[in-house]
C-alpha cells in the first residue's frame, strides 16, 4: 500500500513562531510512517516559504527541523510549489498569519486539503473580541470585559474599565495567543503598562475581569459529529500562566482528568461543543474554561490549533480519551480530507 503525503507547514511570521517549530518536531516524531511519508516546509520570519527535510521514517533523535537561525536561503521556493495533488496539509502554525484564516484561505486557493478549521472559523476564534461576540449570541457565560482600540481615547477607555472591572484585570492583544503580550494589572499604574505592551502586537485590545478560578480545558474534535474530551486541568507553580511558565520554563503540570465534579465536566463539554458549533468549527479545538471557588463556569477561548508539544494539553486530553497520539494525527487527517471534499461538493 503506498503512503499518504503529510506537507508539514511550520514556522510563520507572528511572536508564536518558536510554539510552531516545537509543535512540529512533536508532531513529526508521532507520526505513524508505516502510513505517512512527510515532507516540510518552513516558513521564515521575514514570510519565505523555504523547503526543508522530508521523512520516508522516523527522524534520528539527534534531527532537528530547520529555524529562523539555521535558514538554508538555496532552498527557498514559490508558496506555491507546495502543492501536491492528494497530499494534506498539516499547518502547524501558531498566531497571526497562521491560525488567523489567511494561510487557510492560501490552501483553500491551492485547492490542497489541511487540517484545522476553515477560513472563517480560524479568523474568529483567533480575535478575541469577535470571540466574545460570538459566544455571547450563543449564550455561553463569559468573564465581564472591555475593549480598547486603537485610535480611540484611552483615558477615557481606563476610566470605563475602572467603571466596569474591578482589578486585577488582564490585557490582552485581540489577535494573540500563547500568552503572548499579555498582562496582569493590579493597579492603574499596571494597566497603562499593560495596555503599552498589548499595543505592540495589537491595534485591538480585550481587557478581562480577573476571577480567582482554576483553568480547565477541553478537546475537540470532529466536523459533523464532535467528540469532547474529558476536561484537564493547568496546575500552575507560577502567579500567572505566561509564554515562558508555558514553552520555555515549563513551570506547569497537567491534571488529566481534572478533578471536578461531574456535572462540572458535562457543562464545559456541553458548552464546548456549543461554542465549536457557533463559530463553525471543523477538525480540531481546545476549548479553555475558568471553573471559580462558587462553582461558576466562564469559557475563556477557543484555540483553533493548539499547541501539540510533549508536553501540550491537547494531545494529552485524547490520550486519556484512548486515542494515542499517531491516532490522533491520522484521525485529523481523515477529518481534513472528509472537509476538502464537502467543501468542493459546495462548489455548484
Not at 490552501?107 to 480575535?127: F, H, I, K, Q, W
Not at 493597579?187 to 482554576?214: P, T
Not at 474530551?229 to 503540570?253: C, W
Request: hydrophobic letters at 40%; glycine letters at 6%; one cysteine or more.
Amino acid at each position: 500500500m503506498s503512503k499518504e503525503t503529510i506537507i508539514l507547514l511550520y514556522g510563520g511570521r507572528s511572536a508564536e513562531r518558536e510554539v510552531s517549530v516545537l509543535s512540529a518536531e512533536s508532531v513529526l516524531r508521532a507520526i505513524n510512517y508505516d502510513k505517512f511519508f512527510v515532507k516540510t516546509y518552513f516558513i521564515t520570519q521575514t514570510g519565505d516559504f523555504i523547503k526543508t527535510q522530508e521523512f520516508d521514517s522516523p527522524p534520528a533523535a539527534d534531527e532537528s527541523l530547520m529555524t529562523n537561525r539555521t535558514i538554508i536561503s538555496s532552498q527557498g521556493i514559490r508558496p506555491s510549489d507546495i502543492y501536491e495533488e492528494h497530499a494534506v496539509v498539516f499547518p502547524v502554525l501558531h498566531g497571526p498569519m497562521g491560525e488567523d484564516g489567511s494561510v487557510q484561505g492560501f490552501l483553500e486557493v491551492l485547492r490542497l486539503p489541511y487540517v484545522g478549521t476553515n477560513v472563517l472559523a480560524s479568523s474568529v476564534a483567533m480575535d478575541k473580541i469577535i470571540t466574545k461576540q460570538v459566544l455571547a449570541s450563543a449564550g455561553i457565560p463569559q468573564v465581564a470585559f472591555e475593549t480598547i482600540i486603537e485610535g480611540e481615547d484611552i483615558e477615557a477607555k481606563i476610566q470605563i474599565v475602572e467603571a466596569n472591572l474591578t482589578y486585577p484585570v488582564f490585557v490582552k492583544p485581540a489577535n494573540m495567543g500563547s500568552s503572548v503580550g499579555i498582562s496582569k494589572a493590579e493597579n492603574q499604574a499596571d494597566l497603562r503598562s499593560a495596555i503599552e505592551l498589548a499595543f505592540r502586537y495589537d491595534s485591538r485590545l480585550l481587557v478581562e475581569q480577573g476571577v480567582n478560578a482554576r483553568e480547565i480545558e477541553v478537546g475537540l474534535l470532529g466536523n459533523t459529529t464532535v467528540r469532547a474530551t474529558l476536561p484537564g486541568e493547568v496546575v500552575k507553580d507560577v502567579v500567572f500562566y505566561d509564554y515562558d511558565a508555558k514553552y520555555i520554563d515549563n513551570k506547569i503540570t497537567m491534571a488529566i482528568p481534572a478533578d471536578i465534579s461531574a456535572e462540572h465536566a458535562e457543562q464545559m463539554q456541553s458548552y464546548a461543543i456549543a461554542a465549536f458549533r457557533a463559530i463553525g468549527g471543523s477538525g480540531l479545538s481546545r476549548c479553555d474554561f475558568f471553573l471559580t471557588e462558587e462553582g461558576d463556569i466562564f469559557l475563556n477561548e477557543l484555540n483553533t490549533m493548539p499547541g501539540f508539544t510533549q508536553w501540550s494539553m491537547y494531545p494529552l486530553l485524547w490520550d486519556n480519551m484512548g486515542l494515542a497520539y499517531p491516532d490522533l494525527i491520522e484521525t485529523l487527517v481523515t477529518l481534513a480530507k472528509e472537509t476538502f471534499a464537502k467543501r468542493e461538493q459546495h462548489l455548484i
